[in-house]
């Protein structure tokens, strides 16, 4: 069924820059769709970009000038990159494949003011 194992994570000033890779192994990544979501303290997990395999991308509208999903379809990786990091941005982020059960562990960013 393949893993999603996420990477990148960590603490950040206001107004920094993270980026966060995901890495799939087996049939996890194969042919198909990944998205990047998020869970905040005491939120529920929300969908921040999705990537089809072709490279078309799926952005939360209220992210989109500042947040870039990308994917390397040889490597098998996700990635997001985000810029002018907000402290509402603090949240656990994961990787997941659309669809089937196949979700990261997560990786914590934290966003100081």
């Known amino acids: 069924q393949g893993q999603l194992v996420e990477s990148g994570g960590g603490l950040v000033q206001a107004g920094g820059s993270l980026r966060l890779d995901c890495a799939a192994s087996?049939?996890?990544?194969?042919?198909?769709?990944i998205g990047w979501y998020r869970q905040a303290p005491g939120k529920q997990r929300e969908l921040v970009a999705l990537?089809?395999?072709?490279?078309?991308?799926v952005y939360v509208a209220s992210l989109k000038d500042r947040f870039t999903i990308s994917r390397d379809n040889a490597k098998n990786t996700a990635s997001l990159q985000m810029n002018n990091l907000k402290p509402e941005d603090t949240a656990i982020y994961y990787c997941?494949?659309?669809?089937?059960?196949?979700w990261g562990q997560g990786t914590a960013v934290t966003v100081s003011s």
């Open positions: 997941h494949k659309p669809n089937t059960p196949i």
């Open positions: 087996g049939s996890a990544f194969t042919l198909n769709t």
């Open positions: 990537i089809r395999e072709d490279g078309t991308t």
